[in-house]
């Protein structure tokens, strides 16, 4: 059970080492532009592997549970699902559900556990595999593997860990079936929880320190881009880096080379920037483009 490619490598190995009987992915939806119906990641593998697709809107549906539990499963194998899985699901595998969770938990449990680790400046992350419960992100755990952070931007630091969780849910698995698996409880005293990020998180305002609005760009997406105002245009910033150019906070300027935008400790180049409607593009050329003189202005976006 997932839906976005952090699942795929789980999927894959799954495929490799194991009889998987049914995958189940979030129903499509329409994406880009044009609204186009698009395959989810784990679907569009799923299929490609020959393996039966299901994509019911809940699993709160007493056919569903019916289905699966006709299906008999050892395990049930879940990886950034997007779906609560009730008591009657749980209770459905031979031995249990468990879950590949981006965060060394206790910590960071919930839905955007990778962006969380990057905003908050974490020096390392990691991967859980637990035991599925009712509570989101509760259950024991019976690995726990450390992945440095480093500048890692959420798409390339969330490929690393689906690699390590697809590894280890594969080791998870041999002790589940050689019955040497250990579980740990979870620490409910030194729990946090990683909510959703917003636009707000991302945002780049004059007042963040450098390392601040770095780790807003690294912790950026479609969804929830880092976005600043230069003048009347907004941009998306994608990629950006520590300069040794002083400029004040809200200042900017194009020195023919480079985009700069100074903060309230420093100024960042704006490396690759993505203009509304427009592709992500370089930010000196963009700059180039637009007429960017020697000395403007800049504004958080509203």
């Known amino acids: 059970m997932g839906t976005p ?28 532009r044009g609204r186009t119906i698009t395959m989810s990641p784990v679907n569009d593998v799923a299929a490609s ?17 019916a289905f699966l539990d006709a299906l008999a499963p050892d395990v049930i194998c879940v990886a950034a699902y997007g779906l609560i899985l009730p008591s009657a699901v749980l209770s459905v595998p031979r031995y249990c559900a468990v879950n590949v969770h981006a965060s060394l938990l206790p910590e960071y449990r919930g839905a955007a556990p990778v962006h ?29 593997i450390t992945v440095q952070v480093g500048d890692s931007t959420v798409d390339e ?20 079936e050689s019955g040497s698996v250990r579980w740990t409880p979870q620490d409910d005293a030194n729990a946090t929880y990683a909510h959703k990020v917003t636009r707000d998180d991302v945002a780049l305002d004059p007042t963040h320190r450098v390392d601040e609005a770095l780790r ?8 929830a881009p880092a976005r600043l105002r230069v003048g009347d245009t907004i941009l998306t910033v994608t990629k950006a880096f520590a300069t040794a150019t002083h400029l004040a906070p809200g200042q900017a300027t194009f020195d023919g080379s480079r985009l700069i935008a100074g903060f309230a400790d420093g100024s960042i180049a704006l490396a690759e920037v993505r203009p509304a409607g427009r ?13 960017f003189g020697a000395a403007c202005s800049w504004t958080r976006c509203p």
């Open 5 to 32: 490619a952090f699942a795929v490598p789980s999927l894959r190995s799954l495929a490799a080492r194991h009889e998987v009987q049914a995958v189940y992915t979030r129903p499509d939806r329409p994406s880009g």
């Open 216 to 223: 807003r760009v690294r912790a950026s997406t479609r969804s």
């Open 116 to 144: 969380r680790a990057i905003l908050d400046g974490k020096s390392v992350t990691g991967v859980s595999i637990m035991r599925m419960e009712e509570g989101l992100d509760t259950g024991p755990y019976a690995s726990r």
């Open 49 to 65: 592997l020959g393996l039966e697709v299901r994509q019911p809107a809940t699993l709160r549906d007493d056919e569903e549970v």
């Open 157 to 176: 630091l969330t490929a690393v860990l689906a690699d390590v969780g697809a590894q280890a849910l594969i080791d998870v698995l041999r002790d589940i």
């Open 279 to 291: 592709a992500s593009m370089d930010g000196a050329c963009f700059a180039r483009g637009a007429r």
